[in-house]
């Protein structure tokens, strides 16, 4: 869970990656900068600021704030009904961020999965992407990424986002930040 007084925080903290990166946000936007603790308590450790410009049912634009080392935990976006899960392309726009994807382990990683959850990070394949690198993550894939030491600002562009139908590798995962 997650105070009020934490969100407004956080929104703050994010829309100041965003403007490292060069990204102009209006105060609008920064007041809906969605602050993800995955449920876990750890915003720190797993966690993620998320401004979402538009997600209609074709297609989505978002920009993601990571805090240094900070992860966001294994998951898939799976097919719903005759539809297939969405595809994302990830833009690192400043920083640096690992992403983990199924394929051959890396054998001298960038970062570690978050102490005491490791078993709860299944694909090992590393994609190192800096400022204007890309990587495009197909629908169904297990896939989990994580900030380098100063943080990272990464653009999402992707078929339409239905958050809600994640699925996650760590059954603790609650989607939707429960604010007190």
Same mark, same amino acid.
């Given at each position: 869970m997650i105070t009020k007084e934490e969100i407004k925080r956080r929104q703050t903290e994010a829309y100041d990656l965003f403007r490292k990166a060069g990204l102009v946000i209006t105060?609008?936007?920064r007041d809906h900068i969605e602050? =993800?603790?995955?449920?876990?308590s750890e915003f720190e450790t797993t966690g993620l600021g998320v401004l979402v410009y538009v997600n209609t049912r074709r297609c989505c634009a978002k920009e993601l704030a990571l805090w240094p080392r900070q992860t966001c935990p294994e998951?898939?976006?799976?097919?719903?009904?005759?539809a297939p899960g969405k595809?994302?392309?990830?833009?690192?726009? %400043?920083?640096?961020?690992?992403?983990?994807? !199924?394929? =051959?382990?890396?054998?001298?990683?960038?970062?570690k999965e978050p102490a005491g959850s490791e078993k709860l990070y299944t694909v090992r394949h590393e994609i190192?992407?800096?400022?204007?690198?890309?990587? !495009?993550i197909e629908p169904?894939?297990?896939? %989990?990424?994580?900030?380098?030491?100063?943080? =990272?600002?990464?653009?999402?562009?992707?078929?339409r986002s239905t958050d809600e139908n994640d699925i996650f590798t760590d059954p603790r995962i609650a989607r939707a930040t429960k604010v007190v």
């Open positions: 105060p609008a936007e602050i =993800a603790d995955f449920g876990l998951h898939r976006h799976p097919d719903i009904g005759d595809e994302e392309t990830f833009r690192c726009r %400043w920083g640096r961020v690992y992403l983990y994807v !199924t394929g =051959a382990r890396t054998p001298r990683p960038g970062c190192k992407l800096n400022p204007g690198d890309q990587y !495009t169904n894939m297990r896939h %989990w990424f994580q900030a380098g030491d100063q943080g =990272a600002v990464v653009s999402e562009f992707s078929t």
